[in-house]
């Protein structure tokens, strides 16, 4: 497994299923995962995908400038994420980062244990 790959694979999913099926990234995260959301902690599946889903605004376009990875050691990996959000009808880019901490499932698959998401203003 290349983890370069696999950060692709899923930041290619994730940024698909936030933009057109938000409600969708619940399987992407467990009962322990931990999203920081611009400062606020949340935890738990539940939680997280209420506060996704809650955002104000129904429509976006995420725009990936760069993805970097690196495993973790414990048979996961860290993929840091820079690009630009379109929000439906304004003018402008709000450019973020984001941190994924993805670590491994019996199934062989991956689920997000840490987020951390910050926009970034100049």
Do not use: W
């Amino acid at each position: 497994m290349d983890p370069d790959s696999v950060a692709k694979a899923f930041v290619e999913h994730y940024y698909s299923t936030f933009d057109a099926n938000r409600p969708g990234l619940a399987n992407l995260y467990q009962d322990s995962s931990m999203l920081t959301f611009e400062g606020q902690k949340i935890q738990g599946t539940q939680a997280i995908t209420a506060k996704l889903n809650s955002l104000p605004f129904q429509q976006c376009q995420h725009t990936i400038s760069t993805v970097d990875c690196q495993p973790s050691g414990t048979g996961g990996m860290l993929v840091f994420v820079s690009g630009n959000l379109q929000l439906s009808g304004e003018q402008h880019a709000l450019k973020f980062s984001q941190m994924f901490h993805l670590m491994p499932t019996p199934q062989g698959s991956f689920y997000v244990q840490n987020d951390i998401f910050r926009l970034n203003y100049a």
